[in-house]
């Protein structure tokens, strides 16, 4: 196993796209541990001065490159040898830190859960107190931080061509889902020669649902083993906590992305048990949380979680 570090740059980053035709910015062996570090916001939600110190790739990047389909700024992309589609590549969130002093939340008109009832943009920034590991609100609240990644991805189908890093898809990207923190998994399906894994959307902080369009978007560290399970490739991207295990349902509708999500799960616990699908349906309405994972990226999600303890047979 190999460590290697990746930091953000105009060389390192595509801002607001996955595509497998990308270039890598990164190529290691399956198992390999990189660490990952991403930067947020375009140039007019930098904080003002004296409030916090940006890092100076962040403003590299706005000097260079411009977004493309998407505002996310992602770190890679990271080619994994040997990868191919069919596989299935797992992603192990060793550690994720704040990187920065300083996290912002936008609010944009004719956007997020209440698209009409805010007809003002109003941008707020949140200082980060990492030693303290809380996040400091305009109006002097502070809130415990839970850092995670909001997109993790890989490069889309080739005859899809580029995507935009907003709405989540099969290729993962822009999950959302508050409970990806440091030690879980994510199972992504490899897509494209070398699965091309990108990461970026940093959060200190959200709530599920995301119902303002933005969580405390910030920096982040992130260490991750990326390894390729061969022929494995899930259906869509799944997830494993310590204590649950987690499927997610992407879709325009939010009923419909609840259902998706409950299938994933039903066929996940025939899976891990031998279950008939009626027990593993009726464990799921016993057992199982649906949770809103977000309604803000024209893909609405929901995350599904069943407590490992509920596959235990007698």
């Known amino acids: ?44 939600q930098l904080p003002p001065e004296g409030f916090a110190a940006v890092d100076p790739a962040q403003r590299a990047i706005h000097a260079v490159l411009k977004p493309h389909l998407g ?16 596989d299935a590549l797992r992603i192990d969130i060793l550690s994720v830190e704040l990187s920065e002093d300083w996290g912002y939340n936008m609010i944009r008109p004719l956007a997020g859960t209440l698209p009409d009832d805010f007809p003002e943009p109003d941008l707020a920034h949140i200082a980060l107190d990492r030693a303290r590991g809380v996040a400091r609100l305009p109006w002097g609240l502070e809130l415990p931080v839970a850092p995670f990644f909001g997109v993790m991805g890989v490069a ?11 709405a ?55 260490r991750f083993r990326l390894t390729v399970e061969p022929g494995a490739a899930p259906e869509r991207p799944w997830a494993e906590t310590p204590t649950h295990l987690i499927t997610l349902g992407f879709d325009p509708d939010l009923d419909r992305a609840a259902e998706i999500a409950l299938r994933d799960m039903i066929a996940r616990i025939v899976v891990e048990t031998g279950l008939r699908r009626e027990d593993a349906y ?20 929901v995350h599904a979680m069943l407590p490992k303890s509920a596959l235990a047979r007698a």
């Open 71 to 86: 505002p996310h700024i992602l770190t890679g992309p990271v080619a994994v040898r040997g990868a191919k589609p069919g």
């Open 168 to 222: 989540p898809r099969r290729f993962g990207g822009n999950i959302d889902c508050k409970e990806l923190v440091a030690g879980t998994t994510l199972v992504l399906p490899v897509l494209a020669e070398g699965a091309l894994f990108l990461a970026g959307d940093g959060h200190a902080l959200q709530g599920d649902g995301e119902v303002c369009v933005t969580a405390v978007e910030c920096g982040l560290r992130g």
């Open 1 to 44: 196993m190999a460590e290697h570090v990746l930091e953000p740059s105009p060389e390192t980053v595509c801002w607001g796209w996955l595509d497998s035709e990308s270039a890598p910015a990164l190529t290691i062996d399956s198992g390999d541990v990189v660490t990952l570090r991403s930067v947020s916001g375009g140039p007019t």
């Open 282 to 301: 009726r464990l799921c309405s016993l057992a199982c949380d649906l949770r809103v994972t977000q309604l803000v990226n024209q893909h609405k999600g």
């Open 156 to 166: 889309p189908p080739p005859v899809w061509g580029p995507q935009s890093s907003v």
